[in-house]
């Protein structure tokens, strides 16, 4: 398919381009000054080259033609190839083509396309010059089609194996008569029978993009037939495309062939339906159904402008308007509409009718219709026209005021960010604005996110001693994250990294620092990082619904949800869910940053890939544990708590024996820190082996288990962020979990009945502690009854605990 010009990534290097032309001209003059130099022609070749692959880049292939030619020529020169006259058209060819390019640049960043105006003839002369046979002009030609033009709306192509079986029968007999009609051997014949291929083949590829590639083709047999197309090296082109269509659907049924760039050969066609001098029927259909007329090929021929003359026609444009604007400031226009002195309007009008003029040549129609409505309406006000009603005098002051303003910020605006931007200058401040300050909040949001991942992977990387590749790999990779952001600091953790990525680690060692390190990172607790965020996420959503990018907007809500839901269950980690957060608001991102460089840039594929990846996110969300909200919800209202599944046959071996272990740490732990609640050491190895239990516990289905230990884990996050002390009622919290641990692991190894409301209650007094900064309001709460979560889902909980 044809590659849409990318006109963001041409604004980003035209500057550069322009450039490259600059020092192409300046070594050109410098070799016309010393012909026996060739080091300034090879300067020369150089910029032009660099011109070329970047138009190759960009997909820019009419503008590559120019720059190719112009390589060409070059070569030519410097090997002697041309001589005498020739040498000196060649030379004057060249400086022709280096003038227009950056006029060209300019039209297509205008333009939005490749459309090769203006280029035929300068291609056409250097190949003259150097004795080749000039190009078709159709290769050059260019009209704006609507989307979906010559396609047959809500059509179905016909079903593979119809179109397999004819396209093998006409493939044989399509390749003849073609060959014979651009040999010129019985024209009229040849054309006949390609032209009922032709029509055979957009019927069985109607409402596809072939249906029009063959519409046309009738069209171009039609005047071959008739001797008003004369067949050359693009017609050559056209018909081995549809050779190669025939033999493509032969092999692949009605399927389209993504590599044929349909566009390109459309406007090809084109060309030739426009230069028919006659209009026989089928071409009479085909230039009603494309809107071509007889203006179509001289509007396609028009020449360039060159950008420095649009910008001075501007600037001179924008002169003038601050000379009306200087003249009507010194005016009080309600007190000369009452005098009724139109010669009082005369220096105004002049100014008005010269910008006029200035914007036309410039090519800003719009901007000079608007200006003579508002030359009418000053006329009209100096002749007294709105004195008998004052608030129609005023409205058509401040109307005349206003169609000034705005045309001048208009042009103010286009001489600031490029003469392609068409876009209303007041509408692009706003926008403009508001996505400066978006961008700023959600670097602070993504800023944050990093770091809670980070921090995530170094901890868990550090949770066990690294005792083989992978494991020495995962807590490189984790510590990498960190000192890839500067090259300074940790000389000796960076020297037993790079040891151990080297195959030669000093686990003990390196185990040890990397310790160090992460309990050394002065960065906010996770959870206040994950209200921060929320928090910007707000005001990026609101700030987008002022701006009416109600769109954006609610992508940026989807991922606020999330990350609210995730939080309130622990489950900001980098998984599944958190990548499609990620790719939502990298989408989102990339679209508005296009949006201010390009307004006019068509990024509804990024929105849509935004919206898509937002809407799944409901999806992870729904699916997430309630958290702390089954606990502090009013208890007069159904509780949807976790529940168990069975743990997998393969993990339970291991699951059990990790997880008496970790009851084994903790029981031993928790005494020490009773006895020294200062020391947070311990107290972080405490909420560590919870953390664990929340992980280990929801990944094997272990879910009450890993319920608790995200709630402990929570409340002991915020002890050590210093949001709660380490009071009574935390440390009764504690010992009564610990306590409770062992019969609660015994009960996933051991089948039978086991009471899970008093682990239940546990973990609500965990949730309920850590939202009501320490104070234990389980007190003079109902106990958790193991009726209430085994009763009927959405059953109320008076009910159940009546039973």
Not at 643 to 670: G, K
């Amino acid at each position: 398919m044809a590659s849409k010009t990318d006109i963001v990534a041409l604004k980003w290097v035209v500057g550069l381009m322009n450039r490259q032309a600059e020092n192409a001209e300046a070594s050109l003059v410098e070799y016309s000054n010393d012909p026996n130099q060739k080091r300034p022609l090879l300067q020369c070749m150089w910029a032009v080259h660099q011109i070329t692959s970047t138009l190759r880049a960009l997909g820019m292939r009419k503008g590559e033609m120019l720059t190719l030619e112009m390589e060409r020529s070059l070569n030519y020169l410097y090997k002697d190839k041309v001589v005498g006259e020739r040498r000196k058209l060649t030379m004057g060819g060249l400086m022709q083509a280096l003038k227009v390019l950056p006029a060209y640049l300019a039209h297509a960043q205008n333009a939005r396309a490749d459309t090769g105006q203006g280029l035929e003839q300068h291609v056409n002369d250097l190949r003259r010059w150097i004795g080749e046979r000039p190009r078709p002009r159709a290769f050059f030609f260019h009209m704006d089609i609507p989307e979906g033009q010559g396609i047959t709306a809500g059509a179905a192509p016909a079903d593979d194996e119809e179109v397999r079986n004819r396209a093998n029968v006409m493939l044989a007999l399509y390749l003849e008569m073609a060959k014979m009609g651009l040999r010129r051997k019985n024209m009229v014949e040849s054309m006949k029978t390609v032209a009922r291929i032709s029509r055979r083949m957009q019927t069985m590829f109607s409402g596809t993009q072939p249906e029009r590639f063959w519409f046309t083709m009738v069209g171009i047999c039609e005047g071959m037939a008739g001797g008003l197309i004369v067949p050359d090296e693009c017609i050559a082109q056209i018909f081995k495309s549809g050779a190669f269509m025939i033999k493509y659907a032969r092999e692949n049924g009605a399927r389209v062939d993504e590599s044929v760039d349909y566009d390109s050969l459309q406007q090809q066609m084109l060309f030739y339906i426009a230069s028919c001098k006659a209009k026989p029927l089928h071409i009479s259909k085909i230039r009603e159904v494309f809107a071509v007329d007889d203006s179509t090929l001289e509007e396609a021929n028009r020449g360039l402008i060159h950008v420095d003359a649009l910008v001075t026609a501007l600037s001179s444009a924008l002169d003038q308007l601050n000379g009306v604007v200087d003249y009507l400031n010194s005016q009080d226009l309600a007190a000369a509409a009452r005098t009724g002195d139109v010669a009082m309007a005369a220096q105004a009008l002049d100014g008005i009718e010269a910008t006029g003029y200035r914007l036309e040549a410039a090519g800003q129609m719009a901007h000079a219709d608007s200006l003579q409505s508002v030359a009418s309406r000053l006329e009209k006000l100096y002749r007294g026209v709105y004195n008998e009603s004052p608030m129609q005098l005023n409205q058509m002051i401040n109307e005349i005021i206003r169609g000034i303003v705005d045309v001048k910020l208009d042009i103010e605006h286009k001489l600031e960010h490029g003469l392609s931007s068409s876009f209303s200058s007041r509408d692009f401040e706003l926008r403009e604005s508001v996505v400066n300050a978006t961008f700023s909040h959600m670097g602070l949001v993504e800023n944050y996110m990093h770091q809670i991942l980070r921090r995530k992977e170094l901890a868990s990387a550090l949770a066990r001693k690294p005792n083989d590749e992978q494991s020495t790999l995962r807590l490189t990779v984790a510590l990498n994250r960190y000192l890839n952001k500067t090259d300074q600091g940790h000389e000796d953790l960076r020297s037993a990294v790079r040891d151990a990525d080297a195959g030669k680690p000093d686990l003990d060692h390196l185990f040890d620092l990397a310790k160090v390190f992460l309990n050394e990172q002065e960065t906010i607790a996770d959870r206040k990082a994950i209200d921060m965020s929320l928090e910007l996420l707000a005001e990026i959503s609101g700030a987008l619904g002022f701006a009416g990018m109600e769109r954006e907007a609610q992508i940026i809500e989807h991922c606020q949800r999330w990350l609210s839901a995730a939080s309130k269950a622990g489950e900001v980690r980098e998984d599944d869910a958190f990548r499609c957060f990620a790719e939502a608001f990298a989408q989102l991102e990339l679209h508005l940053q296009r949006s201010v460089i390009d307004p006019l840039d068509d990024t509804s594929h990024m929105l849509a890939i935004a919206e898509q990846r937002a809407a799944e996110l409901d999806e992870y969300a729904s699916g997430l544990s309630a958290g702390a909200e089954v606990s502090t919800a009013s208890w007069t209202e159904p509780k949807h708590y976790v529940e168990d599944a069975e743990v997998p046959a393969e993990f339970r071996e291991v699951f059990f024996e990790e997880s008496e272990e970790i009851v084994d740490e903790i029981s031993r732990l928790t005494p020490a820190w009773l006895e020294d609640i200062e020391n947070n050491q311990l107290l972080r190895d405490i909420r560590r082996h919870f953390h664990t239990f929340k992980g280990n516990g929801r990944a094997v289905g272990a879910n009450i288990l890993g319920e608790l230990g995200w709630a402990m884990q929570d409340l002991l996050d915020r002890v050590l962020d210093g949001d709660l002390e380490a009071s009574g009622a935390v440390q009764a919290l504690l010992q009564d979990v610990v306590r409770e641990l062992p019969a609660l692991i015994a009960s996933y190894k051991d089948a039978g009945s086991w009471d899970a409301a008093p682990v239940r209650t546990l973990t609500d007094r965990a949730f309920r502690m850590a939202e009501g900064a320490g104070e234990d309001l389980a007190d003079g709460m109902p106990e958790v009854d193991d009726q209430v979560h085994g009763g009927a889902a959405g059953a109320p909980v008076s009910e159940n605990l009546g039973q």
